[in-house]
């Protein structure tokens, strides 16, 4: 089976509750690896090892990449990302004027290293709640076909 891996960065729960959600929808359809950046050992080599990317994050600061991801972002500079499909989510805070930015940081720099960002950037307000837990089912089951097709054609 096709490997996915599903990481993130959170602090206080909300992008880990987004990042399950994707993962309840992903599990019959990959083989998941998930990684909770901090509390798991990951290297950002990692990356180049699986077929499919999934990157959440919160945004700190003023638009800010949470501290516990600035060494991961640094090095993810030296890896080949080359045609991986992926996709980034994140929990987001309206009351901040730079609303998720770290997200948009992240798939840039995906991008970049050259994965094919395969859907549009999901932020969530805060936690996921109704209409925010199908975003998060849809997100992650439109990346499912777009991932799938991608594998196809490789
Ligand atoms: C000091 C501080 C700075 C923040 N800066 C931003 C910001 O610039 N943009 C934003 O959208 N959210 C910002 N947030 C909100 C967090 O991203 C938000 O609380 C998010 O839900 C945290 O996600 P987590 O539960 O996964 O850690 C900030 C929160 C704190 C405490």
Known sequence: ?????LVFASLSGNTEEIADI????????ADVTRRHIDMDD?????LESYDGILFGTYTWGDGDLPYELEDFY?????IDLKGIPAACFGSC???????GAAVDTVSMKLQKKGAVLVEPNLKIELDPEG?????????????L?????????A
Not at 94 to 99: A, G, H, K, R, V
Request: aromatic residues 10%.
């Open 145 to 153: 076909v777009k991932w799938k097709i991608h594998l196809q054609k």
């Open 1 to 5: 089976m096709a490997s996915i891996l």
């Open 42 to 46: 990951i290297e950002a080599a990692e």
């Open 131 to 143: 209409e925010e837990i199908t975003r998060c089912e849809e997100f992650a089951q439109q990346f």
């Open 93 to 99: 805070d309206s009351s901040y004027l730079e609303y």
């Open 22 to 29: 994707i993962q309840s929808q992903l599990k019959p359809h």
């Open 74 to 78: 640094d090095d993810m500079e030296d």
